[in-house]
């Protein structure tokens, strides 16, 4: 068993000695309660990750709409949007060095076909209502961005169609076994990232001390996947987002969201500039009476690798006006007069999507943009100004 120190009011040495853990839903318990337990600052000096809880006990489908085959012990998401899958064991447990291996391939796999992204984005909506917490508050402190919701959740999106995934396992020990396994796929596998986090727990004198270690993060692997510095969020702007877009995506596309933009620039607030590692984005504000509506987002790749609009049903229909059914119709009837576009009518409370190359022509923009202004005029008429009472 190890020891360490600890000195109080720089007088007093006290010695912590190792101790197990009463249970293993203790352990749970504690990562739940605090996430920077998961050594966010050694999976990536340079940018620290932060941690955002989805929730204990996530369940894993093995079908399209199944019901949960398998659990996770715990689904946190970072400040970029990457699913982070826990698996709690303590050393005593023999399935820590084989068989834990097996199930968190498992539950990687069929979580990121399966798992549909309404559901986990209600888990933290459920979690903060229990916490009495703001969930959009919470993201925006994760991202450190004002406003970043819908942003952060299309980023998540984009993280499990690619498969960028991060599987940690977690233990007071990790054994050798395990140690090996997962420097050996972390090695191997991108985007996804394999580790594994000793959180060992020092008792003495009514005190008790937890030390994560970090495990599987080579400078191999490190130097393969560009832990170090590829994936820091990037700070997109309207130079660098439509300079990106005229080199992967031709002068038409370019075009047409410049378009778009000269639209928002002239109807809507402001415009919020993505943070993506690799896909810019950007998303016109509307702001009324202290109320703020992100009707839809521009993104250099989500339909098939091609630019898209994102509409944000799923956004829209938590503020009034766009909370009567009636007006969520209606703009979709709209957006569907758009030639080549037919959305169905069960996403009005989801983000659906549709090419920037549906905008190709001056027809098709004027219905789009004749939508959007109907959105703008049915927000501030339906936004009235809230007074203070004399």
Aim: charged residues 30%.
């Amino acid at each position: 068993m190890g020891e360490i120190f600890s000195i109080i009011d720089q007088q007093t040495l006290v010695s912590l000695k190792e101790h197990a853990y009463e249970s293993e839903d203790l352990l749970q318990t504690l990562l739940a309660k605090y996430p920077s337990l998961l050594a966010g600052d050694q999976i990536n000096p340079k940018a620290p990750r932060k941690w955002l809880l989805v929730k204990r006990e996530v369940e894993v489908p093995d079908e399209e709409g199944g019901s949960g085959r398998w659990s996770i012990d715990h689904l946190f998401l970072d400040q970029e949007g990457v699913p982070t899958l826990v698996e709690v064991k303590r050393s005593t447990d023999t399935r820590i060095r084989r068989e834990v291996v097996g199930q968190m391939l498992d539950y990687a796999a069929n979580g990121v076909k399966y798992w549909p992204m309404e559901e986990v984005r209600s888990f933290v909506n459920q979690r903060c209502e229990r916490e009495a917490i703001n969930a959009y508050t919470e993201v925006d402190k994760l991202t450190g961005v004002d406003n970043s919701w819908e942003q952060f959740w299309a980023t998540v999106k984009l993280n499990l169609q690619a498969g960028r995934i991060r599987m940690i396992f977690v233990a007071d020990e990790i054994p050798e076994e395990l140690r090996r396994v997962v420097e050996f796929l972390n090695k191997q596998m991108d985007p996804a990232e394999v580790l594994a986090i000793e959180i060992k727990p020092f008792v003495g004198q009514n005190i008790k001390t937890l030390v994560p270690r970090l495990i599987g993060q080579t400078s191999e692997a490190e130097e393969r996947k560009g832990v170090s510095g590829s994936r820091s969020k990037r700070q997109w702007d309207e130079a660098s987002y439509f300079s990106e877009m005229e080199v992967k995506n031709g002068p038409l596309e370019t075009r047409i969201a410049r378009r778009v933009l000269e639209w928002a620039n002239s109807n809507v607030t402001r415009i919020w500039w993505g943070q993506g590692a690799e896909n810019g984005s950007f998303i016109p504000v509307l702001e009324v009476n202290g109320e703020k509506f992100l009707p839809i987002a521009l993104y250099h790749e989500i339909s098939r690798g091609r630019p898209a609009i994102e509409i944000n049903f799923q956004y829209a229909y938590k503020k009034s006006p766009f909370d009567q059914l009636s007006l969520r119709l209606e703009w979709l009837r709209r957006l569907n007069e758009i030639p080549g576009v037919s959305l169905p009518a069960d996403v009005i409370e989801r983000r659906p999507n549709f090419p920037l190359l549906a905008l190709d022509n001056e027809a098709a923009m004027a219905k789009f943009l004749s939508a959007m202004n109907w959105f703008v005029s049915e927000a501030r008429k339906g936004c009235p100004a809230v007074h203070e009472p004399i």
